[in-house]
């Protein structure tokens, strides 16, 4: 195959992007790579297929710094047969929440890392990953006597979605410069860049701020080029000028056309190429309309004013060393005094409730807390207030553009102060929250009320921006796989939900996936079945009929040599109380009785493995009809027919 690309189209690379965000284990995760790819191809993957993941790879590097979110998969391709030898390096979007705790590391990332750009975390993560199993892969391919000699050398390709895609275009953008693997440097096997190609779907764009942080020599121009001094004078460049300059100093420093996008037209975070801070690299052919009836976003975000952005983003920035510091909690307790680990340390508690000693030592902690937000929440109600005054400029385009009347841009104004009023009171009932939060109720009437009056402006404002918020909606379902995945599919009879592909006939949907699983699942229960009953008849046959051949015979053996042997036998007269010394047994006739093995043994026995027998044929049929009704209806199709036998 001359190492071509083996997930060589564009929906085999989005269902792979996919199915990484599940969290399965690495045999789990090589076993749905083998079946999407017989899906998408009716071919079995001609190549040996190794998972390696960021938490196992990474885990002693996790354990000495901050978790800021980055999960990841390298999937290795290697066959001397079909002389393929691939690695793909997966950096996976942003999540709600991470798998093992309640925050959004990713969105915070997102937020600090991307927007502000006052931290690389994520990018130094992946970068580390891609260098880590790339040094490991080389080695093991090293280690094998001739292996070297008899594959080509390595191919190296990068896939992301959302934020994914961020930390993959930055890899690429910061080679070869920043590539370096010294022990490989000399090694005929081992190829001088980062990614010969990468794939990235509805990808968060590189932000200046963000590649300011990552890359000193790119600042250094900046500070040349545009006579600054210090990274926040970037804020007095024009935007056009700025926007451009960056983008061309990385289309000379790389070939973006090795950077290939799929990007949807209403997705938002490609629209945020239009706000301040934001460049677009790469190549698109085109973009996907994944819903005709809406278009994009980008109408509002370009009116956008440069200076609310840059007014955001410095707000942002004083808690960047915070973030840095201690990460999501650090950054939220110097926001707004709340500490997120108490939410930790009342979780480990009883689900019960807190008993006194447990109660004591979170109002310990609570109490430096409270104090601390009493101070900051204030600050913050400042800020909100400075959201609140320019919220006029972004109602009035959204009048503009017919997404709200001014009736609607009157009522939502009121209901935004109505709000602030109630985060007010909220302040005043700090102290209060934090008790009920102890015992999981609320008595508070001022905060209950409070609560009840920013919920209920909430619901006019929504009503208000309904418009907008269908929109909005498209807009991120649009941003998701799963709507490009579908929009990707060029045979109209498939479709996919989730990681199932659907193939429909007519009226009638399959889920093909499932159907395979099922059928895949269910043979292997009924050989597990016909197994346990083999194995049952065999122990029946030993541990009954043979056992009772064996005694029987063992008995007439011993009635065979007493009849033989009389003489030896003669140690039993004593039994029938005469002197052995004076008698001799000279003959011994023995009439036996052995009576059969009573047949409703074997009866009942029979009669149970034959009911399992009829069950199982029965099972079986039905499984196997499952499979024959989908054929059928797909008129026996190569590729359906195979997958139900792919392993």
């Known amino acids: 195959m001359n190492n071509k690309d083996l997930l060589n189209t564009d929906i085999l690379r989005a269902r792979i992007m996919n199915i990484e965000y599940e969290n399965y284990n690495e045999k789990e995760l090589e076993s749905e790579i083998k079946r999407i790819y017989f899906e998408e191809t009716g071919k079995e993957i001609p190549a040996e297929v190794t998972v390696y993941l960021s938490d196992v ?7 000495k710094s901050i978790d800021y979110g980055l999960d990841g998969t390298i999937i290795h391709f290697l066959s001397v047969e079909n002389q393929l030898n691939q690695a793909i390096t997966i950096t996976r979007g942003s999540e709600s929440r991470e798998k093992d705790n309640w925050r959004p590391l990713d969105w915070g990332y997102n937020l600090k890392g991307i927007f502000v750009g006052a931290n690389s975390a ?24 001739n292996l070297k000699d008899r594959l080509p050398k390595l191919k190296k390709l990068g896939f992301g979605h959302s934020l994914g895609g961020n930390n993959i275009v930055l890899l690429q953008m910061m080679s070869p410069d920043d590539y370096n693997l010294a022990n490989h440097s000399n090694d005929t096997n081992f190829i001088n860049q980062r990614f010969e190609d990468v794939y990235v779907i509805n990808g968060a764009p590189p932000s200046i701020n963000q590649l300011v942080k990552i890359d000193q020599i790119f600042l250094n121009k900046l500070r040349m080029n545009f006579n600054i001094n210090s990274p926040k004078e970037i804020n007095t460049i024009p935007t056009e000028k700025l926007k451009k300059f960056t983008e061309d100093y990385y289309k000379n420093k790389i070939d973006e056309t090795t950077i290939h996008h799929i990007t949807a037209e209403e997705d938002m975070l490609y629209n945020m190429t239009r706000v301040r801070g934001f460049i677009d690299i790469g190549v698109r052919e085109d973009f996907l309309d994944t819903d005709p009836k809406f278009g994009g976003i980008k109408d509002i975000i370009e009116k956008i004013p440069d200076e609310e952005i840059i007014k955001i983003q410095d707000f942002m920035s004083e808690y960047s060393m915070s973030y840095n510091k201690d990460g999501f909690d650090g950054f939220i307790k110097e926001f707004t005094g709340f500490d997120p680990k108490i939410v930790d340390l009342k979780e480990e508690y009883s689900a019960d409730g807190l008993n006194i000693v447990e109660r004591g030592l979170i109002l310990m902690k609570m109490g430096p807390m409270i104090s601390d937000m009493s101070k900051k929440v204030p600050k913050f109600l400042e800020q909100f207030d400075t959201l609140n005054k320019n919220a006029d400029v ?14 609607d841009k009157k ?3 009121e209901s935004l ?13 700090l102290l209060i929250e934090a008790l009920d939060f102890l015992d999981n109720k609320n008595n508070s009437n001022a905060l209950l009320d409070s609560i009840i009056n920013i919920l209920s402006n909430k619901n006019i404002i929504e009503q208000r921006l309904k418009k907008l918020l269908d929109t909005f909606h498209v807009n991120v379902d649009a941003h998701g796989l799963g709507k490009v995945i579908n929009t990707l599919a060029k045979d109209g009879r498939v479709s996919y939900r989730r990681h199932d592909m659907y193939l429909t006939k007519g009226s009638i949907k399959v889920n093909l996936s499932s159907a395979v699983r099922i059928y895949q699942k269910g043979m292997l229960i009924l050989e597990e079945k016909r197994d346990a009953i083999q194995r049952l008849k065999t122990q029946f046959l030993i541990e009954y009929i043979d056992d009772y051949t064996s005694r029987k015979q063992g008995l007439m053996n011993r009635i065979h040599s007493m009849e033989a042997n009389p003489k030896q036998q003669t140690h039993l007269l004593k039994k029938l109380y005469l002197p052995s010394d004076y ?11 052995i009576p059969a093995m009573p047949a409703t043994i074997s009866q009942t026995f029979d009669q149970m493995i034959m009911t399992a027998e009829q069950d199982l044929e029965e099972e079986w049929e039905l499984v196997k009809k499952m499979r024959e009704s989908i054929e059928e209806l797909f008129e ?4 359906i027919t195979k997958i139900f036998d792919i392993k």
């Not at 008698?583 to 009785?593: F, S």
């Not at 026996?636 to 590729?639: A, I, P, V, Y």
């Open 57 to 63: 790879e990474l885990i002693e590097y996790k354990k």
């Open 122 to 145: 994520q990018f130094n993560i992946a970068k580390e990953f891609d260098e880590k199993v790339t040094t490991k892969i080389l080695n093991q391919i090293n280690s094998k006597t």
């Open 394 to 407: 972004i109602l009035q385009e959204l009048v503009n553009t017919d997404y709200i009347t001014l009736d």
């Open 411 to 413: 009522v939502i104004e």
């Open 417 to 429: 102060n109505e709000i602030r009023t109630s985060l007010q009171n909220i302040d005043k009932a």
């Open 583 to 593: 008698y001799e047994l000279k003959r011994v006739n023995i009439h036996e009785y």
């Open 636 to 639: 026996r199709e190569e590729m």
